[in-house]
């Protein structure tokens, strides 16, 4: 896992970041920066590692149809290793990451950054059961809502947390540079005006996934796009409400 590290102390006047970024001091007195998944993120790893299930359960019945009886005892095994025993597998061998994960940059860690073991996968991957309940992962989601770190209750539990993988440092986020200004599809209202304001401006803050997710949840003014592109047309929108408009061509 790539984390990043910075010695304490060594970037004065970088200001904190408006993400939910945790920084985990180590006893060699570095910093260990946690970059917090988000549930939009962390249901897109959840939603391929299903499909991934999915592929396998209709295998798994394909076969148990063609053995008579004692197919129906290895459709059930089948289908207790699938739920339980696939993401504790996967996260104990494959370093925190099912392959949804690993296809969404994710991965799980224990609170502090290290690499998590047998215990804390079965345990916050068996309370998936609660998480479920009453459907779709309803109370999980909630819980995920009441914390900082966006933990579900099977996170709370083992002492994990889900992040995103640390990428190469680069010179700053692509969307942080001038991008233009360009007036909104529609009428704002005074308060989604300012919502929007306050997005550019502290845009540079977040870190890159969370301000797409962000930008993405403005519904309409980025309808269509997504990522990075979202993030632009958010800029832009907000360099118009603040007078910054786009020169005319003459005509």
Known sequence: ??????????????????????????????????????????????FLDFLIRLGLWVLLGIVASQIG???????????????WFYPILFEVYRNGQTPGKKSCGLVVVHDDGRPVG??????????RGIDILPVLYAAGFIAS??????????????????????????????????????????????????????????A?????ERAAEVAVAAGPLTAGLDGEAAVRRLLRIGNFLLGSHPPRTAG
Do not use: Y
């Open 1 to 46: 896992m790539n984390v990043a590290r910075t010695e304490s102390g060594d970037r004065p006047g970088a200001g904190p970041r408006l993400d939910t970024l945790c920084r985990v001091a180590t006893p060699e007195g570095c910093e260990i920066e946690l970059r917090i998944a988000g549930p939009v993120a962390r249901a897109r790893a959840w």
């Open 69 to 83: 009886d004692f197919g129906i005892g290895l459709l059930l095994l089948g289908a207790f290793l699938l739920e």
């Open 118 to 127: 047998w215990s804390a996968a079965f345990i916050r991957n068996t309370l």
């Open 145 to 202: 809502l009441l914390n900082v770190q966006g933990k579900r209750l099977g996170d709370l539990a083992a002492g994990t947390v889900v992040v995103h993988v640390g990428r190469p440092a680069r010179k700053a986020p692509e969307w942080s540079r001038d991008v233009g200004s360009e007036a909104p599809p529609f009428a704002l209202t005074r308060d989604e005006q300012l919502a929007v304001i306050e997005f550019s401006q502290r």
């Open 204 to 208: 540079v803050l977040l870190t890159p």
